[in-house]
């Protein structure tokens, strides 16, 4: 695929609202009109990959199509049929779900168009039925839906894909292709370069075995700002680039309270100003819980909510309270996120999110600050280097990240080098984990903030 948008790319759309509406109207063509069995659209980071598969399914149902919908997980399930429900109140949704005392969100009971039951057979005739792939897994004797969507459809292992393939004749595969790849339990190297990989995602196998599937992408964040666009499209979308839907100065974090000329107070101003920030702390070899990284984490948070912090953006004319609900951290283990949210609570904040990157995929906020995967670290293992981690952890925001990290990942990358190995079979990642992480690096080099 040639890439034609991007930075630093000539012939990119004066107008990316253009760009994006002509990718879903040939993407939608594809869906209702074509005659392949299967559509794949690959999104980056907030390109609207959730309006797109609403658009498609009321598409589907208002050509008289009944649609089954997969998702990964149930919080993606309940925020489609949310979705659906707002934009659709007339639209009869069935939601699938498990036995289990919470297997759903209980705002999906105060609508009316929306049935619930653990049981397919009970929502048959419904426009819509929406499940888990896990849960869609299960179900047995029913008539096949002439068409599906699945959603996220790159964190969906091939293995779950063949289990729910004989439930539909043509689906919408929508997903993210830089984001983290599908998870296992257990070892798949014995399976590696074969064309039956379980453990592959559902998009390259599917592509693998019928390579004649249209592809289509969208080709506008609506999410990152352009100070972050050109940063995540080069460093993890190299051959499929997109742009951001917004130019310089339209969106703009300001502060009521001025600094205090503190480091936490500088990297904030600087990512203000940038889009990014590092707060650099000296370089040493710690504990993955690095008690002094962690509190400057939770430092820099602390005063993103005391300064008084507010948003512009092309949401709406007046500034926007920066709240914690509109802040993330992000971190890549779980012991690291649980220690920040200890040192957030003796510094007296609650209500920011604190998690690891794979639960923060999909999620959106103002102000990201993540705890970078080499902080501290002796060595550059395969999972910190990993492509989809990173990527989520620098695309989460709509204004500025701010990344805490200590000093010598440099020299930390130039004596690890990428060393995994070439399996026959296997189409290699580009970019690979080290060359992503050396092309982020050396960006918000020029944004640093010495920490003492």
């Not at 101003?269 to 504990?287: K, V």
């Not at 293992?381 to 990527?391: K, M, P």
């Amino acid at each position: 695929m040639t890439p034609t948008t991007g930075p630093g790319r000539t012939g990119a759309p004066a107008d990316p609202g253009a760009a994006a509406a002509r990718a879903t109207e040939a993407i939608l063509r594809d869906t209702l009109h074509g005659t392949h069995r299967g559509v794949v659209v690959d999104s980056p980071p907030g390109a609207g990959k959730s309006t797109l598969v609403v658009n498609a399914a009321l598409e589907l149902v208002a050509a008289g199509r009944p649609l089954m919908v997969v998702a990964q997980t149930n919080a993606q399930v309940d925020d489609l049929v949310l979705r659906l429900a707002e934009k659709a109140p007339d639209v009869p949704v069935g939601r699938l779900h498990s036995s289990d005392p919470d297997a759903y969100d209980k705002a999906l009971d105060g609508l009316p168009q929306v049935r619930k039951s653990t049981k397919a057979g009970d929502l048959a005739g419904l426009d819509v039925v929406i499940s888990t792939a896990a849960k869609w897994a299960h179900v047995k004797d029913v008539e096949p839906w002439g068409h599906a969507i699945v959603d996220e459809a790159y964190q969906m292992r091939s293995d779950g894909l063949l289990a729910v393939a004989n439930l539909f004749e043509r689906a919408l595969f929508v997903g993210d292709p830089g984001q983290l790849d599908p998870f296992s339990i257990v070892g798949a190297e014995q399976w590696a370069g074969l064309s039956y990989d379980p453990s592959a995602s559902a998009v390259s196998t599917l592509l693998a075995h019928n390579p004649e599937l249209p592809q289509h992408r969208l080709p506008v964040s609506w999410r990152l700002p352009a100070s972050a666009a050109p940063l995540v499209s080069a460093a993890f979308y190299p051959y499929t680039p997109f742009r951001s839907g917004t130019d310089h100065g339209v969106r703009a974090l300001r502060f009521g309270v001025a600094s205090d000329g503190s480091a936490p107070d500088r990297v904030i101003d600087e990512a203000a100003a940038s889009g990014w920030g590092l707060l650099e702390l000296p370089p040493r070899h710690t504990p993955r819980t690095d008690p002094e990284a962690v509190q400057a984490v939770a430092l820099v948070v602390r005063r993103l909510l005391d300064r008084g912090g507010s948003t512009v953006s092309e949401r709406g004319p007046d500034p926007a309270p920066l709240t914690a609900g509109r802040i993330a951290v992000g971190t890549a283990h779980r012991d690291q996120a649980a220690a920040v949210r200890a040192a957030l609570t003796e510094l007296g904040v609650g209500g920011v999110t604190v998690d690891t990157a794979n639960r923060l995929q999909g999620r959106e906020y103002d102000v990201t600050v993540v705890l970078h995967p080499l902080s501290g670290r002796p060595d550059a293992t395969a999972f910190h280097l990993e492509t989809g981690r990173l990527c989520v952890l620098a695309s989460r925001h709509r204004h500025a990240c701010i990344v805490v990290c200590r000093g010598g990942v440099t020299e930390l990358l130039d004596d690890h080098p990428s060393t995994e190995p070439v399996q026959l079979g296997v189409t290699l990642k580009f970019p690979d984990g080290w060359d992503a992480m050396m092309t982020t690096w050396d960006h918000l080099s020029h944004h640093r903030i010495p920490h003492p």
